[in-house]
């Protein structure tokens, strides 16, 4: 949309407060801040549920892989032959034998639920999500043997301990006695702390070397399950289709939307869902400038039949008022982008602050998985918020543009 130079020298001025007219400039005002407030929520939502998914996503499968080839009755006899199966399938990365149990904890008398996760050493120490998340002690001392373990740190806050500490791991399977089933209680050094960022793993695990765990669970050679990573993890159902077909006398492939899927499910949604709500501030705001222009017609309608008059054509006003709308509504944008890109940036310092004077946590780990707000940007669902915001603006100024247009300065100047 070109416009001659007396058409943007008059988009300008009515852009600006004219004498009489504060209430306009302030209707105006009111609708660029309403334009920003919108892009902006819309962005920092948007950008948190993707922060949230990818992280979770990237932790979950940091541990458990994108599927895991689980063993009838917690068991996999044979898993050898399993992994060299997985390994041989096509699209298949990594085979990983896990043992993963629920028993109890106890440290100077506090007493948790834990989650004992037994892996070779050459897995523990190679493993990214692990290895970056130490906070205390080292992984290099888990070995066979060694009765070190390494524990989550919700973990270690709920029991006290702390590294070069022992703890006793409880497990139900114990020796037959004649007065019934012993609980079988083994102690273990807390050689490493660790802390992955989602909750429930900080607050449940118990890492040790797999030939331990077989130890203390009485498994003999047999693992739990085996972990499998592959090329693709949008795609792993079809990668290890011929896989599940293999296993299916001993074991069952599940992947990671399988085990996660009511917490992915429940993220699609929960974005959906967010976007059209927030969608409806940008709209209501475009709304405001709709009104805003109405009004500006009517105060300008003098000026408009001058203009008229004086050889102005009808496109020619209705370019200025849709260049007035328009301009309102990008300007908004702009600094909703800006805005909410600052936001996302101080995102954690905001949450604290807001913690603080209000004496609330908004933030509870316990309730959302992980540790700290995430965030990831999207520039492409940036463009998309941007465009959409600036074309509900340009919307907004068709009607009161047309009705500038349409006025007869015969009918406007007949008493003048």
Request: proline letters at 4%; aromatic letters at 8%; a positive charge.
């Amino acid at each position: 949309m070109l416009l001659t130079r007396y058409e943007r020298f008059i988009a300008k001025r009515y852009l600006l407060p004219g004498k009489g007219e504060g209430f306009i400039f302030l209707v105006a005002s009111i609708s660029l801040v309403a334009v920003m407030l919108g892009v902006a929520a819309l962005i920092i939502v948007m950008s948190v549920m993707n922060g949230f998914r990818a992280e979770l996503f990237d932790k979950i499968v940091g541990l458990n892989g994108h599927a895991v080839v689980q063993g009838y009755g917690g068991k996999l006899p044979g898993w050898q032959d399993v992994v060299a199966k997985a390994k041989a399938t096509s699209g298949v990365t990594a085979a990983t034998p896990l043992i993963e149990q629920p028993l109890m904890a106890s440290y100077t008398g506090r007493v948790e639920g834990i989650l004992v996760r037994g892996m070779r050493v050459s897995d523990i120490r190679s493993n990214k999500t692990l290895k970056s998340k130490v906070v205390a002690g080292s992984l290099k001392e888990l070995t066979p043997g060694s009765g070190n373990v390494a524990i989550g740190a919700r973990l270690a806050e709920a029991l006290g301990a702390q590294v070069g500490g022992s703890i006793s791991l409880i497990s139900p399977d114990g020796q037959t006695t004649p007065f019934g089933t012993m609980p079988r209680i083994v102690s273990y050094r807390v050689a490493a702390i660790f802390e992955v960022g989602i909750y429930d793993y900080d607050k449940a695990f118990v890492l040790m070397p797999i030939e331990d765990a077989q130890t203390l669970l009485l498994l003999g050679d047999a693992v739990g399950m085996v972990e499998i990573d592959t090329v693709d993890a949008d795609k792993v159902g079809d990668i290890l289709a011929p896989l599940g077909k293999q296993v299916a006398d001993r074991a069952v492939v599940s992947d990671w939307r399988t085990m996660n899927a009511s917490l992915f499910e429940a993220l699609a949604v929960d974005r959906v869902v967010s976007f059209v709500v927030l969608s409806i501030i940008i709209l209501v705001a475009a709304f405001n400038i709709l009104s805003s222009l109405i009004m500006l017609v009517r105060a300008k309608t003098r000026d408009i039949a001058i203009l008229r008059t004086m050889g102005a054509s009808r496109a020619g006003i209705l370019r200025i008022f849709m260049t007035v709308g328009t301009t309102i509504g990008a300007l908004g944008t702009v600094a909703g982008v800006i805005l909410g890109l600052i936001f996302l940036v101080f995102r954690q310092n905001v949450v604290n602050a807001v913690q603080f004077l209000t004496g609330q946590t908004l933030w509870d780990p316990q309730i959302r998985y992980l540790t700290e707000l995430p965030s990831k940007v999207d520039p492409m669902e940036i463009l998309g918020i941007t465009l959409m915001a600036l074309f509900f603006s340009f919307l907004a100024t068709l009607y009161p543009a047309f009705k500038a247009a349409s006025t007869d300065p015969v009918q406007v100047l007949r008493y003048e």
